[in-house]
């Protein structure tokens, strides 16, 4: 018994440490390529004075899912960059119906707010309405069900105590 013990515990650091190896490996530019595997503080930009506190993304949580579903112009061979970097999501002020109608591209989508706001709860609803049409379904316990994540402002943002 005790020496199935250990070559459980051994299966199981060899799993993680292996996972590390490819989360921490290099790329081809020879640069370091590292995930980020705790939480991560999602804050307004610096130009920002936001009455919300910040959110903690748990990444480690979504790592089930494809990089590029958050990272959308990710190419793989290159370091992640954040969401606010120039071209992505990097207006800082809502725009107006009037300059996203003049807008050639989607204004909106780069409107830093909305882009958090829409991937994350969007998904978490998409999950929270499959969860509830699967256990009307009968054929699956609600306790067997992934957790939707949050889908309201209060569970994403916290105030400080």
């Known amino acids: 018994m005790f020496k199935l013990s250990i070559g459980v515990c051994c299966l199981i650091l060899a799993l993680i ?6 989360v921490t490996g290099e790329s081809d530019e ?5 995930v980020p595997m705790g939480i991560i503080t999602l804050d307004p930009p610096e130009s920002v004075e936001d009455p919300r506190s910040s959110v903690e ?3 480690s949580l979504h790592f089930d899912y494809s990089c590029q579903t958050c990272h959308h ?30 807008s ?15 991937m994350c709860i ?8 499959e969860n509830k049409r699967l256990e009307l379904s009968g054929r699956v316990l609600s306790e067997n069900l992934p957790n939707s994540g949050p889908t309201s402002c209060k569970d994403c943002h916290i105030p400080e105590e």
């Not at 020879?30 to 590292?34: A, C, E, I, R």
Request: hydrophobic letters at 30%; one cysteine or more; proline letters at 3%.
């Open 122 to 129: 969007t998904c978490h609803k998409e999950i929270k309405a």
């Open 57 to 59: 993304f748990p990444h």
């Open 104 to 118: 050639d591209d989607d204004l909106a989508a780069r409107y830093y707010k909305t882009a958090y706001h829409k």
């Open 73 to 102: 112009k990710w190419e793989k061979e290159t370091h992640i960059v954040g969401c606010m970097t120039s071209g992505c999501h990097d207006i800082t002020k809502a725009p107006t119906k009037a300059e996203r109608l003049q």
């Open 30 to 34: 020879g640069d370091d390529m590292s």
């Open 17 to 22: 440490l292996g996972n590390a190896m490819v």
